[in-house]
């Protein structure tokens, strides 16, 4: 029983995955089915990617609001370039760029400045926004030139290529935090600022690190999401930072900081993409969606100030 139970408690979430594949392959026969497997798989990717965002700097103990306007940016700037240059590796730099010099211009206000992360990313979430809408002057872009799309379309081996570049993010995230100084600093801060500055740790430069880090994913993104759809829209990424957060808090990412895992934050993206998937296979309206979508968010942070009072005894 008792080896059962830590099962339970390590890979607990994962069996939620399991059982919520399975009673949506009750629900509606078209989901188990390998064309639809695919598509959740590629229209997650960039979820996925916003939830490693959210994950780094979760463990660091702070987040980001403006993580859906900066990938919609992010996209904007990345079909710019290749319209320019029709280079793929140079539009997805100009992606990452874009999106890491966001990230890291709100670092610095939290970092020196001591202002809480909320407010920050919030300014920066609606000035990015309103970026977007006077980059593109309110329109959607449709020229996006001859290679962009293939990146977000094509397949190698049968497999979409953003599910193969999702799985090498996955692999260089997972080995940062569970295997470097630099992630063990993370949880380190997100524990006890105080502690781990008392041991040597230079707070401040670890969490502009994590921002930078955090734009990265954020930059991928906003590539992958745009290359996908093929086109330039003002308004993308609208919410999607609420939708990064609840997928890493349902894979077990703590807001208290200190506490989580890559994996997790994997698990938890696609389970928020199946819960969608299934939603829009069952001809749900999309503005029933939102509401559940604000419910899976509440539910996700809800569980995780339950579980942090549960281990403290309260």
């Not at 700097?57 to 370039?81: E, K």
């Not at 970092?111 to 920050?120: D, S, T």
């Not at 979409?160 to 569970?178: D, Q, T, Y």
């Not at 200190?258 to 997790?264: F, L, N, P, Y």
Request: positive net charge.
């Amino acid at each position: 029983m008792a080896k059962l139970k830590s099962i339970v408690s390590h890979h607990g979430i994962k069996f939620v995955l399991l059982l919520l594949i399975i009673g949506c392959s009750i629900i509606n026969p078209n989901f188990f089915t390998l064309d639809n497997a695919i598509n959740v798989a590629r229209q997650t990717v960039p979820l996925a990617l916003i939830a490693f965002a959210e994950a780094i700097l979760l463990i660091n103990g702070r987040t980001d609001l403006a993580a859906g306007s900066t990938m919609c940016l992010a996209g904007l700037v990345a079909i710019s370039v290749s319209v320019a240059t029709e280079n793929t590796i140079l539009a997805m730099l100009a992606a990452c760029g874009v999106a890491m010099l966001c990230s890291c211009f709100s670092s610095i206000f939290v970092a020196f400045f001591g202002l809480h992360h909320y407010i920050v990313t919030l300014a920066m979430q609606m000035a990015i926004r309103g970026f977007c809408y006077v980059y593109t002057r309110g329109m959607i872009i449709t020229q996006t030139g001859e290679k962009f799309k293939n990146l977000g379309q094509n397949s190698w081996l049968g497999i979409p290529l953003p599910i193969i570049i999702l799985v090498i993010v996955f692999v260089a995230f997972e080995i940062l935090l569970a295997r470097t100084r630099l992630g063990r600093n993370f949880y380190a801060i997100g524990g006890n600022s105080e502690a781990a500055r008392a041991t040597g740790i230079d707070v401040k430069k670890h969490t502009i690190i994590a921002y930078a880090i955090s734009g990265i994913f954020i930059g991928i993104a906003g590539y992958l999401f745009a290359s996908r759809v093929n086109t330039g829209t003002p308004n993308a990424g609208v919410g999607w930072e609420g939708q990064g957060i609840a997928s890493a808090v349902v894979g077990g990412i703590s807001f208290a900081g200190g506490v989580g895992t890559a994996s997790g934050a994997l698990v938890g993206a696609f389970i928020m993409g199946i819960i969608g998937n299934i939603l829009n296979l069952e001809a749900v309206n999309s503005y029933i969606q939102q509401i559940v979508n604000a419910a899976l968010i509440l539910f996700a942070v809800t569980l995780d100030v339950v579980t942090k009072r549960k281990k403290l005894g309260r």
